[in-house]
Nanobody, 122 residues
């Protein structure tokens, strides 16, 4: 069992930056791939980024490639999402998730956090 708690969301102007954190409970964090997803109002939840258990492999949605960076610190049981050059269309609730292998679909993840709101003003 893994429990995930996101933090770091907030209100930022377009062009600004935010860093989201996702703290995981449990001793097995380092064995899980981690992903970030987001859900904007009236839209389905979508993949943002993912990282494998060691941090050696990452994957990004085309919409965030070059602007967002996912990383993890297994000693701290935490995964991060650095978001730069934010746009109003990045406004959403951001969720982190844990799964057995890196994946770009919700079905690839077994555990989810409660989400953190990111709002980008124009």
């Amino acid at each position: 069992q893994v429990q995930l708690v996101e933090s770091g969301g907030g209100l930022v102007q377009a062009g600004g930056s935010l860093r989201l954190s996702c703290a995981a409970s449990g001793r097995t964090f380092s064995t899980y791939a981690m992903g970030w997803f987001r859900q904007a109002p009236g839209k389905e939840r979508e993949f943002v980024a993912a990282i494998n258990w060691s941090g050696s492999i990452t994957s990004y949605a085309d919409s965030v490639k070059g602007r967002f960076a996912i990383s993890r610190d297994n000693a701290k049981n935490t995964v991060y999402l650095q978001m730069n050059s934010l746009k109003p269309e990045d406004t959403a609730i951001y969720y982190c998730a844990a799964g057995l292998a890196i994946a770009a679909t919700e079905e690839g993840y077994d555990y989810w956090g409660q989400g953190t709101q990111v709002t980008v003003s124009s």
